[in-house]
């Protein structure tokens, strides 16, 4: 069945790096995109990045845009989200989730990992 | 702030009907982008609800359908049962192509 297992989450001092993996199965990793949500302790869903399935084009959030970068190995159908300079704010639940194109359905969703940052 | 404006909370007794609705502009939902819907019960990741607007997935069951109109859209949720408490999510993109999410409703049921 379809899965995707989020991995790498963990607490951090401000400034320090982190990098979370997205390990996909059960599908045909090559044909779908793959984003990274996020969701701070008791908000809501706020969209970070996406790597497209032609393994080059990718896009971010503004609140992430040069701290954070997207990255994917085919051979291992895993994503991963190199979070740098991390800031107190961008503690939350990061979930990845697949979708079919540009503007479709998050149609599955992992299971999330927790970032904390904190001093 | 989100983009997508839905109310914050909603709440119905059980076997009842409730409407969430989620607000966009002419930049988004407005432009003929899709909205799609998704639901996050306490603790869990959201699970996709509605897609394209109107469509449910294999295994959802009849009882939550989704609109389309203008810059906005609705799901409603008819029959309601004391599972369907939980946090409703609506989805679109604006012109650039990035996702955007509404602010969450909190679904009760009484």
């Known amino acids: 069945q379809v899965q995707l297992v989020e991995s790498g989450g963990g607490e951090v001092q401000p400034g320090r790096s982190l990098r979370l993996s997205c390990a996909a199965s059960g599908f045909s990793f090559s044909d779908y995109g793959i984003h990274w949500v996020r969701q701070a302790p008791g908000k809501g869903l706020e969209w970070v990045a996406v790597m497209w399935n032609d393994g080059v084009n990718k896009k971010y959030a503004d609140s992430v845009k040069g701290r954070f970068a997207i990255s994917r190995d085919k051979s291992e159908n895993t994503v991963y989200l190199q979070m740098d300079s991390l800031r107190v704010e961008d503690t939350a639940v990061y979930y990845c989730?697949?979708?079919?194109?540009?503007?479709?359905?998050?149609?599955?969703w992992g299971q999330g990992t927790l970032v904390t940052v904190s001093s | 702030q989100a983009v997508l404006t839905q109310p914050p909370s909603v709440s119905g007794a059980p076997g009842q009907r409730v409407t969430i609705s989620c607000t966009g502009s002419?930049?988004?939902?407005?432009?003929?982008?899709?909205v799609h819907w998704y639901q996050q019960l306490p603790g869990e990741a959201p699970k996709l609800l509605v897609y394209d607007n109107t469509i449910r997935p294999s295994g959802v069951p009849d009882r939550f359908s989704g609109s389309k109109s203008g810059t906005s859209a609705s799901l409603a949720i008819t029959g309601l049962q004391a599972e369907d408490e939980a946090d409703y999510y609506c989805?679109?993109?604006?012109?650039?192509?990035?996702?955007?999410f509404g602010g969450g409703t909190k679904l009760t049921v009484l």
């Open positions: 002419s930049s988004n939902i407005g432009a003929g982008y899709d």
């Open positions: 989805h679109s993109y604006d012109s650039s192509l990035s996702p955007l």
């Open positions: 989730a697949r979708a079919l194109y540009s503007s479709s359905s998050f149609n599955h």
